[in-house]
């Protein structure tokens, strides 16, 4: 099945930083989706970007899409050592259908 | 604040125990998922559901199965729990149309001994 891949695995940057990953995908998709998940706990969803969009952006955070490249890009903007945590992209391929995600980037902010 | 709850945070079971984990959420979703996360694997989802007592196999269904005789409620049976089913359970809710996210629930950490 089609699957989201991240990179890099694992970031580490200083606070104030700006952080990137990346993610590509397989196949044709209705949106993209990038989730955060804390050691241990759930995922939240941090913004979704339609197949027809280019860029989007919430608070300090910018996604990018390129579907004739099939991949995506987070940028998280004056890094703080709360954004420590794992990131995900996931990949929905119809409407309302089932995300596939991607194996995550860890991102480290260090103080 | 909509919520999705799953019974427990953390589960210790017998290998061939039969093990029920439940979600429940609030929002009135019509969509339901159960995910598995394992280390270098990933989040794979096991089963999923768009209504009451509709229920769709995922990408890795052996030796589960679901449940879902009210819309709030999602549960994820292990027919004859096994050690290679130790993993973190993650339920999710979502709207039915697209471009929606999904909403998880704070995962159950269930071993397997």
Redesign the interface.
């Known amino acids: 099945s089609q699957q989201g891949e991240e990179d890099p695995q694992a970031l580490s940057i200083q606070e104030g930083e700006n952080a990137t990953m990346n993610c590509s995908y397989k196949t044709s998709i209705n949106n993209l989706q990038w989730y955060r998940q804390n050691s241990g706990r759930g995922l939240v969803h941090l913004i979704l970007i339609r197949s027809n969009e280019r860029e989007k952006h919430s608070g300090r955070l910018r996604v990018t899409l390129d579907t004739s490249k099939k991949s995506s890009s987070l940028l998280i903007t004056a890094s703080r050592a709360a954004d420590t945590a794992s990131y995900f992209c996931a990949t929905d391929a119809r409407m309302g259908g089932k995300l596939i995600f991607g194996q995550g980037t860890e991102l480290s902010v260090k103080p | 604040d909509v919520k999705?709850t799953q019974s427990s945070r953390y589960l210790v079971k017998r290998t061939g125990e039969k093990v029920f984990l439940e979600c429940v959420q609030d929002m009135d979703h019509e969509?339901m998922?159960w995910?598995r996360q394992d280390p270098?694997?990933?989040?794979r989802?096991i089963y999923?559901s768009?209504d009451v007592k509709m229920k769709e196999k995922?990408?890795i269904p052996e030796g589960y199965s679901v449940s879902r005789e009210k819309k709030e409620r999602f549960s994820l049976i292990l027919e004859s729990a096994s050690t290679n089913q130790t993993s973190?359970y993650?339920c999710?809710s979502?709207?039915?149309?697209?471009?929606?996210?999904?909403?998880?629930?704070?995962?159950t950490?269930l071993t397997v001994v």
């Open positions: 999705v969509n998922f995910y270098g694997l990933g989040l989802l999923f768009y995922g990408d973190m993650l999710a979502s709207r039915p149309t697209g471009n929606y996210g999904y909403t998880f629930g704070s995962g950490r």
